[in-house]
């Protein structure tokens, strides 16, 4: 799983930088490219979250493992279908693409309540782990 986090992380990075670069001298419009804006805005720093999801050490916390797996199934593909509808309809898209951008806008206010509860669910286990003394 965290192998695709990684992928999606790279994925939507290149999106983001690639987008925003083409929404500031390819995209004519102002309507597309403030939606490229848009999409380039969220897409950015939910590629950053995917890459330090999938550095984080796996909890021993079984719950823990739950909310952290549940954040970056929900995150990934939520930025991906998010940040990509909105790049579509910037390039002329039917108009029905635009149902998939609450869709995927859904997904990542699930994956960012989700970490949320995988930090709550943490609790303990990082003043635990803390509190090791160096070398143990």
């Known amino acids: 799983m965290r192998r695709w986090w990684i992928v999606a992380a790279g994925l939507n990075g290149l999106?983001?930088?690639?987008?925003?670069?083409?929404?500031?001298?390819?995209?004519?419009?102002?309507?597309?490219?403030a939606l490229a804006?848009?999409?380039?805005?969220?897409?950015l720093p939910h590629a950053v979250?995917?890459?330090v999801l999938a550095a984080l050490p796996i909890p021993t916390?079984?719950?823990?493992?739950g909310f952290l797996a549940g954040a970056g199934?929900?995150?990934?593909?939520?930025?991906?279908?998010?940040?990509?509808?909105?790049?579509?309809?910037?390039?002329?898209a039917p108009f029905a693409v635009t149902l998939a951008v609450p869709v995927g806008g859904s997904?990542?206010?699930l994956g960012w309540g989700l970490l949320l509860a995988y930090g709550v669910a943490l609790g303990?286990?990082?003043?635990?782990?803390?509190?090791?003394?160096?070398?143990q």
Do not use: C, N
């Open 61 to 65: 916390r079984r719950l823990a493992r």
């Open 73 to 92: 199934a929900s995150l990934a593909p939520g930025v991906t279908l998010f940040a990509g509808a909105l790049y579509a309809l910037a390039a002329g």
């Open 37 to 43: 804006e848009t999409a380039v805005r969220y897409e």
């Open 49 to 51: 979250a995917l890459l």
């Open 124 to 135: 303990p286990e990082i003043k635990a782990s803390a509190q090791k003394p160096a070398g």
């Open 15 to 33: 999106a983001a930088v690639t987008a925003g670069a083409a929404a500031q001298h390819l995209w004519g419009d102002a309507a597309g490219s």
């Open 107 to 109: 997904l990542m206010i």
